[in-house]
């Protein structure tokens, strides 16, 4: 597997919780001394509860027991995603036009990186945001990270 351990462990755990009802909405991933932290965020249709976050990480936690990708003792979390869910895919923005939104993007574009508003548009090449009455079009490339705003 090629990529950030992040994108590795994405691609290792998402068709399993796919299979399991749920869709992996995000995954953290992060390394401190000697020990790290593995978290995952689910969603399906009917909403997650306790039960289904337990069955999610009884599941995954036998899959990277077997796959072990990660170098170092780690704790897994498995939790909602919350009232500001992150938007990772161009399914989940396709999910939430409509919805109040904040990007960021990767690079600066005319010296702005933040911007929130009301996403308008998403599609093949990006997504459209409306931001203090005007539109602003961006490519999936150029999103560093997005989430639902309050």
Request: hydrophobic letters at 40%; one cysteine or more; a negative charge.
């Given at each position: 597997?090629?990529?950030?351990?992040?994108?590795?462990?994405?691609?290792?755990?998402?068709?399993?919780?796919?299979?399991?009802?749920?869709?992996?909405v995000d995954l953290?991933?992060?390394?401190?001394?000697?020990?790290?932290?593995?978290?995952?965020?689910?969603?399906?249709?009917?909403?997650?509860?306790?039960?289904?976050?337990?069955?999610?990480?009884?599941?995954?936690?036998?899959?990277?027991?077997?796959?072990?990708?990660?170098?170092?003792?780690?704790?897994?979390?498995?939790?909602?995603?919350?009232?500001?869910?992150?938007?990772?895919?161009?399914?989940?923005?396709?999910?939430?036009?409509?919805?109040?939104?904040?990007?960021?993007?990767?690079?600066?574009?005319?010296?702005?990186?933040?911007?929130?508003?009301?996403?308008?548009?998403?599609?093949?090449?990006?997504?459209e945001v409306e931001?203090?009455?005007?539109?602003?079009?961006?490519?999936?490339?150029?999103?560093?990270?997005?989430?639902?705003?309050?």
């Amino acid at each position: 597997m090629t990529g950030t351990l992040r994108e590795r462990l994405i691609a290792l755990i998402e068709p399993l919780t796919e299979r399991l009802g749920y869709e992996l909405v995000d995954l953290e991933y992060s390394a401190g001394r000697g020990s790290a932290v593995v978290r995952l965020y689910i969603d399906r249709a009917e909403g997650v509860g306790i039960e289904d976050c337990e069955r999610v990480s009884r599941e995954v936690s036998a899959l990277l027991d077997v796959e072990d990708p990660v170098p170092m003792a780690y704790t897994l979390e498995v939790s909602s995603p919350g009232f500001d869910r992150v938007l990772r895919t161009p399914a989940h923005f396709e999910r939430f036009v409509g919805a109040r939104v904040f990007v960021e993007l990767a690079v600066a574009r005319e010296g702005r990186r933040r911007y929130t508003g009301t996403l308008l548009a998403a599609g093949e090449p990006g997504i459209e945001v409306e931001v203090d009455g005007t539109r602003v079009a961006v490519r999936y490339g150029e999103i560093a990270k997005a989430r639902l705003a309050g």
